[in-house]
């Protein structure tokens, strides 16, 4: 299976950034470089990988923060979110601000993404799935041969993403898991925003949020 990904917690708030790779051509992308970009790209070099894209599930400063100086200084395209998500990036450098970030350059990204469709890295291809909710612009990575879902902060194990934020949603949070995770399958493994990995199966078991649903 050429799809592989490791995972690495950034930021004060412990995000779960995924470096993605296809293993027969090294090629890469970074899903939610929301900073510590030194660690990331020291992870990529010795790991031998080409880091062509950055991708983004959503614009918060967590998961975007470094996105901005990621694209500028090594010249690559920015991917998603969906374009709901603008507000959001526009306002990175006051998020940055508010929450005691570095300081965070917003961006236009080079592509915004929308329901159903797909993302390259060297022979993988991954689905698009629109799940807004948490922000409107959310969108989710989903690798169908690894069984492999990058859902940012959609679903947690044990919980769900917050609809306190400006745009969020609880009902159409909901709407998202059940019509857009649920039918990609309970063994799906999928790897959150923060926190652990679970898979929607388990979700669906014992979530308090989504049991049953």
């Known amino acids: 299976m050429p ?13 779960n950034c995924s470096v993605v790779w296809c293993d ?3 090629k ?4 939610d470089p ?52 603008q507000f959001w990036i526009d306002g990175l450098p006051q998020q940055s601000r508010m929450f005691g970030f570095p300081a965070a350059e917003a961006f236009t990204p080079t592509r915004w993404l929308h329901d159903g469709d797909t993302v390259t890295v ?29 859902v940012g902060d959609v679903l947690f194990a044990g919980s769900i993403g917050r609809t306190d934020f400006p745009q969020g949603n609880f009902d159409q949070l ?9 039918p990609m399958g309970d063994d799906v493994v999928f790897i959150p925003g923060h926190g652990p990995e679970s898979s929607f199966g388990e ?9 049953g649903t």
């Open 3 to 15: 799809f592989h990904y490791r995972t690495l917690p950034v930021t004060a708030f412990q995000q």
């Open 24 to 26: 027969r051509t090294r």
């Open 28 to 31: 890469a992308a970074v899903i």
């Open 34 to 85: 929301g900073g510590n970009l030194p660690r990331l790209l020291a992870f990529v070099e010795e790991e031998g990988l080409a880091l062509e894209q950055i991708w983004l599930t959503h614009a918060h400063i967590d998961h975007a923060g470094g996105a901005g100086q990621l694209a500028r200084e090594r010249g690559l395209p920015i991917v998603g979110p969906h374009p709901a998500d």
């Open 122 to 150: 060297g022979e993988c291809t991954l689905h698009v799935r629109h799940c807004p909710g948490h922000t409107p612009g959310h969108v989710v990575f989903f690798e169908p041969e690894s069984r492999r879902a990058f």
């Open 174 to 182: 909901i709407a998202s898991i059940t019509q857009r995770l649920w």
């Open 203 to 211: 979700e669906r078991r014992s979530n308090p949020y989504v049991h």
